[in-house]
């Protein structure tokens, strides 16, 4: 069976788990509220202080869905509690990140400095010039928008400049070397 999905998901003082027909649930915390619609498939049960997933049959697909399930709820349940966050690194000779109002303005050696603006639900804050914070309640929509931003200037293996994760290593390369 999924080791995954036979946990129970502890659900912590002032947070509500709601799961309405066609398993979508609702879960509420001090942060805010997820909605999520979850596959028909599984049963989820709120007993008590936890969260019980259960799966009808142990055919492949059953027990994928089953793990990604109890992972989800789990992900919307620290999310409302903690939030998530993710870290970039802005490195290079000139770029730099600044904030005005929801506006995140990136210069990163192009011809024109790029604006994005922060998407509902996610706040970036900079720490210096040179680091962005990421932050929000929902994992995927962090996740995804951290990586939208990383993509306006990936860093290159030569010098190791653009826009990288905190936790990230470049494999750096060797660079050419002058004739003899």
Same mark, same amino acid.
């Given at each position: 069976?999924?080791?995954?999905?036979? %946990?129970?998901?502890?659900?912590?003082? +002032? @947070? &509500?788990?709601?799961?309405?027909?066609?398993?979508? $649930?609702?879960?509420? !915390?001090?942060?805010?509220?997820?909605?999520?619609?979850?596959?028909?498939?599984?049963?989820?049960?709120?007993?008590?202080?936890?969260?019980?997933?259960?799966?009808?049959?142990?055919?492949?697909?059953?027990?994928?869905?089953?793990?990604?399930?109890?992972? %989800?709820?789990?992900?919307?349940?620290? +999310? @409302? &509690?903690?939030?998530?966050?993710?870290?970039?690194? $802005?490195?290079?000779? !000139?770029?730099?990140?600044?904030?005005?109002?929801?506006?995140?303005?990136?210069?990163?050696?192009?011809?024109?400095?790029?604006?994005?603006?922060?998407?509902?639900?996610?706040?970036?804050?900079?720490?210096?010039?040179?680091?962005?914070?990421?932050?929000?309640?929902?994992?995927?929509?962090?996740?995804?928008?951290?990586?939208?931003?990383?993509?306006?200037?990936?860093?290159?293996?030569?010098?190791?400049?653009?826009?990288?994760?905190?936790?990230?290593?470049?494999?750096?390369?060797?660079?050419?070397?002058?004739?003899?």
């Amino acid at each position: 069976m999924s080791r995954i999905g036979r %946990l129970p998901i502890a659900i912590p003082a +002032g @947070v &509500t788990v709601d799961v309405a027909e066609n398993n979508k $649930v609702t879960v509420k !915390g001090p942060k805010g509220t997820l909605e999520r619609v979850l596959p028909e498939e599984m049963e989820i049960k709120v007993e008590g202080a936890e969260v019980v997933v259960s799966r009808p049959s142990d055919l492949k697909r059953m027990k994928a869905l089953h793990g990604l399930t109890r992972t %989800l709820i789990n992900n919307m349940v620290i +999310g @409302v &509690t903690e939030g998530y966050e993710k870290k970039l690194e $802005v490195n290079g000779v !000139g770029y730099r990140a600044s904030k005005a109002g929801k506006t995140l303005t990136l210069n990163l050696g192009y011809s024109h400095p790029v604006e994005m603006t922060d998407p509902e639900g996610i706040e970036t804050v900079l720490d210096g010039q040179n680091i962005i914070i990421v932050k929000g309640i929902d994992k995927e929509k962090v996740g995804q928008f951290a990586a939208e931003i990383r993509d306006k200037r990936r860093p290159e293996p030569y010098k190791g400049k653009g826009i990288k994760y905190a936790d990230e290593t470049i494999r750096r390369k060797v660079g050419k070397t002058g004739k003899k």
